[in-house]
């Protein structure tokens, strides 16, 4: 067991010892709640018999004091509680990443996209990807935000101030697993999609100043029409002819009610995670001035977007206590709906045009955090130095994070300047795993995280990728036509004058060996007139001799040794053409018998 796995396993038994100590106490709350009610009970009949009226009120007054003490107690004890659950989950998760037991976490498969440049070819996201590695985020925004950030290499000047901001929360593992703990409180049925909560919050249907004086008007007859009859002046079937003359508003209200009943029930809870997360964030303790930035367009200008979306949670609670029968009962006199009507509006006046800026602050905070939680995870990975000089990327003791560290083989590599590093070995040597150790590291500095080597320098570069190509029957595409799609891509890339770094596994592998060696020549001839720098693994010897004639071309492998029937690798990068190939012994280890 390492360290970091040690330290978080420590964390579950602290967490499971908290959990043990508040469900005992949640416990108490509730039988004492019980008892009060008993007690009272007992209390108000025996006054109630002995016709003692004083008692019965000190009682009553006494009971709805403590009953409602109690209550507010345990419900603060059951936040707690689930506080402590999510705590608990959040550390356990992260014993499963050391592991790299990972197929239970979130794959992102939504932001997959068949021909975007790299993704699918690397695992960024999908089953056992990069990001269930990285992720720990539970918001639409802040998990779209990462997937942004995976998907989309930044320059220098927006990797380095990410890289400090997330050195800082790396640091500060308290509020990084409560920030993360109260995103994943109270989340919504997963068989349900994540509605982005800005989606939900559409601003009700206006009503006219008129409907409002009115409104006001027939409720204060009805209030004064109630007042006179318990006073006696007026009889009682006068408050039925106010509630009557009140319910032509409540009809003409439904629709609208209807509307906005729909859209906020079941709201209450993802309030509830906001409004935490928001407060967590702005009493954050920050130095680090992106981090501030994002804070900052939380709480300025006006009310915090905390205290804004308590407001709405307040507001979404009202809503939801329609179907209890006492508002019903007020609402016919006191027009309880269109109070609530004019509330939501007035919070969309308010508010609506600060929610898109909260949310992306709140989806910044959390990608970064995110990104602070792997950095923490694996203490061995290293920040990336950026740099200004095109195509400067080079690593030491570089490994794919995805590999168990007990198996994972690491190298080291230069590519200085635009050129063609080229590739060659035998089956199963480790030609693939390389380019995308090289990819997946190379997505995760751009994206301001650690990677995985002991150093590692970058420049920005546009990353594409050529490795997965498949044929598609329903659209009559075979493989090989599939893959020169994919190479079109890479040449429409080029013409954009962005500085690309391109990973093309086995080139034209469709095709016979000799249009296949005619045609890569023509495209590596073509690849290197280009902004560009690159790999490309093959099985063609031959094509190693382009390093003889082109400076820009050079040659390193991957070989294995045969020793017996066995087939012996060692993964490790070689300079020079490949010197040994092994795919005769590999059909002979299966059963086929090679007949000279």
């Known amino acids: 067991m390492d360290e970091k796995e040690a330290f978080f396993k420590a964390r579950i038994t602290t967490f499971e010892r908290q959990t043990s100590e508040v469900a005992n106490k949640l416990r108490e709350w509730s039988a004492y709640r019980i008892g009060v009610f008993i007690v009272s009970t007992i209390a108000v009949v025996y006054f109630a018999n002995a016709r003692m009226a004083w008692p019965i009120f000190f009682t009553l007054v006494g009971f709805f004091v403590i009953f409602g003490s109690l209550v507010n107690l345990y419900n603060k004890t059951k936040k707690k509680l689930s506080f402590l659950k999510s705590m608990l989950a959040v550390n356990q998760d992260e014993v499963r990443r050391q592991q790299l037991d990972i197929k239970h976490l979130s794959d992102g498969k939504e932001f997959l996209s068949e021909n975007h440049p ?5 695992d960024i996201f999908g089953r056992h990807s990069i990001f269930q590695l990285v992720n720990r985020g539970s918001t639409p925004s802040g998990t779209a935000t990462l997937a942004s950030w995976l998907s989309f290499p930044a320059k220098a000047d927006v990797v380095s101030p990410r890289q400090l901001a997330v050195r800082e ?25 994540v509605v982005p909560l800005e989606q939900l919050l559409s601003k009700p249907a206006p009503i006219s100043q008129g409907f409002k004086i009115w409104a006001a008007v027939s409720m204060a007859i009805s209030l004064i029409i109630y007042g006179l009859a318990i006073s006696s002046v007026l009889i009682w079937q006068w ?29 209450s809870k993802q309030l509830s995670i906001y409004v935490d997360l928001f407060s967590c964030i702005e009493t954050g303790k920050f130095e680090n001035s992106l981090l501030g930035e994002h804070r900052s367009a939380l709480i300025n200008p006006g009310p915090s977007a905390s205290v804004a979306f308590k407001k709405l949670h307040d507001v979404v609670n009202r809503f939801d206590s329609r179907i209890n029968m006492v508002y019903q009962i007020l609402n016919s006199f006191l027009l309880l709906d269109f109070w609530l009507v004019t509330l ?3 919070w969309f006046d308010e508010n609506i045009d600060h929610v898109g800026g909260w949310m992306e602050a709140l989806g910044k905070m959390e990608a970064i955090s995110s990104l602070a939680g792997f950095a923490f995870a694996n203490p061995a990975h290293v920040y990336p130095e950026t740099s200004e000089r095109d195509f400067d990327l080079k690593a030491s003791q570089l490994g794919h994070p995805l590999i168990p560290a007990s198996k994972r083989v690491v190298n080291d590599f230069v590519l200085d300047g635009k050129g063609l590093i080229l590739i060659t070995g035998s089956n199963m040597s480790g030609k693939s795993t390389f380019l995308r150790t090289v990819g997946v590291n190379s997505v995760l500095a751009l994206a301001g995280a650690p990677v995985c080597a002991s150093s590692m320098t970058i420049s920005y570069m546009e990353l594409f990728t050529s490795m997965r190509t498949h044929d598609d029957l329903s659209e009559s595409v075979s493989s090989f036509y599939a893959e020169l799609k994919r190479l079109r891509q890479l040449l429409d890339l080029l013409e954009t004058g962005a500085p690309v770094l391109y990973m093309l596994d086995e080139v034209l592998k469709g095709t016979n060996s000799e249009d ?28 190693s001799e382009l390093g003889n004639t082109d400076l820009l071309v050079s040659n390193f492998s991957f070989n294995s040794l ?25 059909m002979k280890n299966i059963g086929i018998e090679i007949i000279p």
Request: charged share 25%.
């Open 562 to 586: 045969v020793k017996g029937e066995e087939l012996l690798f060692d993964y490790k990068l070689t300079e020079g053409p490949c010197k040994s190939f092994n795919a005769s012994q590999l």
């Open 118 to 122: 790299y993704l699918a070819d690397l």
């Open 239 to 267: 408050v039925f002819l106010a509630a009557i003359f009140n319910s032509f508003f409540l009809v003409a209200l439904m629709k609208s009610m209807n509307e906005e009943y729909q859209k906020m029930q079941g709201l």
């Open 344 to 346: 939501a509006q007035k």
């Open 169 to 193: 929360l790396e640091s500060q593992i308290e509020w990084r697993q409560s920030f993360e703990a109260f995103g994943r409180m109270n989340l919504p049925d997963k068989s349900k999609p």
């Open 516 to 543: 296949r060696h005619i045609g890569t020549k023509a495209l590596v001839r073509q690849l290197l007139r280009e902004k560009a720098a690159g790999f490309i693994s093959t099985h063609d010897l031959s094509l």
